[in-house]
T-cell receptor, first 113, second 110 residues
Framework: DGGITQSPKYLFRKEGQNVTLSCEQN?????MYWYRQDPGQGLRLIYY???????QKGDIAEGYSVSREKKESFPLTVTSAQKNPTAFYLCASGLTPELGKLFFGSGTQLSVL | RKEVEQDPGPFNVPEGATVAFNCTYSNSASQSFFWYRQDCRKEPKLLMSVYSSGNEDGRFTAQLNRASQYISLLIRDSKLSDSATYLC???????????FGTGTSLTVIP
């Protein structure tokens, strides 16, 4: 089955620790996105990538880093510089930006110990 | 000013009711418009695209008013399974960024 897979489903971070969230898709989509969702709030864009080896900052990129070495993979690292990392993280992909439809992974809930 | 604004609700309606949600957006050059549905602690899923001519999918009707920069979603004959949060989504003028509203919460009551 084609789809977009995020792992892990739940992740706990200690103070000062970097953690990496995985996002893999086998939909052959060019564009991939990372969003953060806090309770009662909409999705906010962290980073996006339209092509391999290229990515752009979204609205709240501080304290996060990404890589796009393969078309299928777009991992997100939450660094120790992100002081309020507890949130629900969603990865999405799209065939091309112009087509407009996003397909989401099932999300990762990150909490701070 | 936020890119997309939605009334967060909650909307509590009885089964069989008709309910409408509105959403406004700030960028007049926005390219594409969508409604997504999100169940509690799950990922958003595309409900329908929104076109200027209006479009209908079963009990759901979406409308776009570019002059007034608002989008609407109408749900007729509400079912219990319609209970969810409905997210209004607008793309940038280049089409490569998606802006999400905070969502409108709907609960359909038996």
């Amino acid at each position: 089955d084609g789809g977009i897979t995020q792992s892990p489903k739940y992740l706990f971070r200690k103070e000062g620790q970097n953690v990496t969230l995985s996002c893999e898709q086998n939909l052959n989509h060019d564009a991939m996105y990372w969003y953060r969702q806090d309770p009662g709030q909409g999705l906010r864009l962290i980073y996006y990538s339209q092509i391999v080896n290229d990515f752009q900052k979204g609205d709240i990129a501080e304290g996060y880093s990404v890589s796009r070495e393969k078309k299928e993979s777009f991992p997100l690292t939450v660094t120790s510089a992100q002081k309020n990392p507890t949130a629900f993280y969603l990865c999405a992909s799209g065939l091309t930006p112009e087509l407009g439809k996003l397909f989401f992974g099932s999300g990762t809930q990150l909490s701070v110990l | 000013r936020k890119e997309v604004e939605q009334d967060p609700g909650p909307f509590n309606v009885p089964e069989g009711a008709t309910v409408a949600f509105n959403c406004t957006y700030s960028n007049s050059a926005s390219q594409s418009f969508f409604w997504y549905r999100q169940d509690c602690r799950k990922e958003p899923k595309l409900l329908m695209s929104v076109y200027s001519s209006g479009n209908e999918d079963g009990r759901f009707t979406a409308q776009l008013n570019r002059a007034s920069q608002y989008i609407s979603l109408l749900i007729r004959d509400s079912k219990l399974s319609d209970s969810a949060t409905y997210l209004c989504v607008v793309t940038s003028n280049t089409g490569n960024q998606f802006y999400f509203g905070t969502g409108t919460s709907l609960t359909v009551i038996p």
